[in-house]
């Protein structure tokens, strides 16, 4: 039996965005896009309008907070579509 692609391992722990303080979510989203390293194109977009998107796709499901017990660490996973 295998997971589905969207469920963390079972070692892992899924936070949802709605249980951390507003304050604890934007320096969580904020720590992830600036080490993601993602390039936006030509154009710059600033961090705040990264960290938008990200809480964007938080708050639909398209991504996911992460708590990994062994390190102690937390990170943002984007949900892979099957579509």
């Not at 295998?2 to 899924?14: K, Q, V």
Request: net charge negative; no cysteine; glycine share 4%.
């Amino acid at each position: 039996m295998s997971l589905p692609t969207d469920a963390p391992p079972a070692d892992l722990i899924e936070v949802p965005a709605s249980e951390l303080a507003p304050q604890t979510l934007q320096a969580l989203v904020e720590s992830f896009v600036l080490r993601e390293g993602t390039d936006y194109g030509v154009e710059e977009v600033s961090l705040a309008s990264k960290v938008a998107q990200v809480v964007r796709q938080l708050q639909r499901g398209e991504a996911r907070i992460i708590f990994d017990p062994a390190t102690e660490s937390v990170d943002i996973r984007v949900i892979k579509s099957t579509i």
